[in-house]
Each structure stands twice: as C-alpha cells, then as structure tokens.
C-alpha cells in the first residue's frame, strides 16, 4: 500500500517550452501533496504544498508563475514548469501524505522525474 | 530556523554495523524519519520515530533518539551491499501538515 506514481520519469524538453509533471497516489487518498527539488548529490528542497481543491503554497523563493501546481483530487496532483530553461534542469520529486496509515503524518514519495532543459 | 545536520559520507565492510547520524534543531518535533534513496530513484521510508521514544527497532534497523542533545542515530546490522544508498535524516514540523526537513543525506558505501 501507499504507492506514488510520478509521469514522465524523464523529460528533456527545449528552453522555453513548458512541462507538466503528474504524481499520482495509487492506492489512498492525499488530501495533501509536497512539491521537491532535488539537485545532484543535494538534498531535497520543499518547493510547494498542495491541498487538493485550494491553492498551493510556495515555499519562499519559488515562482508561483513559474511553477504551476495543480491539485485537482484525491489522487492527482501536477507540476508544470513554464517556459522552461536550463537551469530549471533538476529531478523533480512529488510526495503525498498518508492518513495515518501507520502513524503520524507519513509522507509517501514518487520515484522522481528527471527534467533536462536543453 | 529548522536544521538537520548529518555527516556526508559513511564507508563500511559488508557485514559489519553501520551507524548514521543526525542532528536537528526544532525540539518541537512531533516525528523524525530515515528515508533511503537508492540512485536515480525516489525516497524510501525506512523507518519513524515518535518523540518520546528512545528507541526502535525494526529487523536489522535500530533507531536511538537523545532528546536532550537532539541527536538521532541509524544502526544497520549486518549491512549489506544492498545497503549502499543515500540515507536522509528529516523532522516533521509545522503542525497539520505535517512538512518535513531533510538532511543533506549520508551516503553509504559498503565493501564487499
């Protein structure tokens, strides 16, 4: 149980143009998904929160504009990077929560989506 | 603010324990978690802690909490090579939502 799924699992796309990223919670209801970045040999960083049927929050020093979080259920949740450039190259990663499926507030990670930006 | 602090690099024969540690800041932390990340992949929750907990164990995974010196330790026994990834220390904060501080990560090495 408490399955992520993450689409694409790699994307290079041209400087400019955008992408979308879905996460997927495959076997339970997230009313909550987390947004992070990772950098090589870096740790994650918390881009945004997203509550299904609210706006996302952004984690300070995230383009809102940039990166568009879209919660539209229980189950979905996705990520669009606009007008996409190098630097935006990263591995992007989706968590959900778990209503306490054993304890506490458990998030429950995707695989990651390797984005390069050429 | 919050911080987790974990050593960089952790190298050990297989076979023998493997200890990785982790300081944190917020003493309000209601949950402290080791993930695994194997390369190129997602997070793996290994395993949790509650706060007023001092330990768990779990199979060949020990959890040691210090409250007090906001210290947290992983022990693997027995480690193998399949053992070999990056293991990341985090805290819960920020009440309902339950967010989460990562450490930069532990990378274990392990030798055959």
């Known amino acids: 149980g408490a399955v992520v799924s993450q689409h694409p699992s790699w994307v290079i796309c041209k400087s400019g143009t955008s992408v979308k990223i879905e996460c997927r919670s495959l076997?339970?209801?997230?009313?909550?998904m987390f947004w992070y970045r990772q950098f090589p040999k870096q740790s994650l960083m918390l881009m945004a929160t997203?509550?299904?049927?609210?706006?996302?929050?952004?984690e300070q020093g995230v383009e809102k504009d940039k990166f568009l979080i879209n919660h539209a259920s229980l189950t979905l949740s996705t990520l669009t990077v606009t007008s996409a450039h190098p630097e935006d190259s990263s591995f992007y990663i989706c968590?959900?929560?778990?209503?306490?499926?054993?304890?506490?507030?458990?998030?429950?990670f995707g695989p990651g989506t390797r984005l390069t930006v050429t | 603010g919050e911080d987790v602090e974990q050593s960089l690099f952790l190298s050990v024969r297989e076979g023998d324990s493997s200890v990785i540690n982790c300081t944190y800041t917020?003493?309000?932390?209601?949950?402290l978690y080791w993930y695994k990340q194997e390369p190129g992949a997602g997070l793996q929750l290994l395993t949790y802690?509650?706060?007023?907990?001092d330990m768990k164990q779990d199979q060949r995974l020990t959890v040691l909490l210090n409250k007090k010196d906001k210290h947290l330790s992983l022990r693997i026994a027995d480690t193998q090579t399949g053992d070999s990834a990056i293991y990341f220390c985090?805290?819960?904060?920020?009440?309902?939502?339950?967010?989460?501080?990562f450490g930069k990560g532990t990378k274990l090495s392990v030798k055959p």
């Open positions: 917020d003493s309000s932390s209601t949950y």
């Open positions: 985090a805290e819960s904060y920020g009440g309902s939502q339950g967010n989460l501080i």
């Open positions: 968590s959900a929560r778990a209503p306490r499926i054993q304890a506490g507030y458990e998030q429950y």
């Open positions: 802690i509650f706060s007023n907990m």
């Open positions: 997203s509550n299904e049927g609210s706006k996302a929050t952004y």
């Open positions: 076997d339970f209801q997230a009313t909550t």
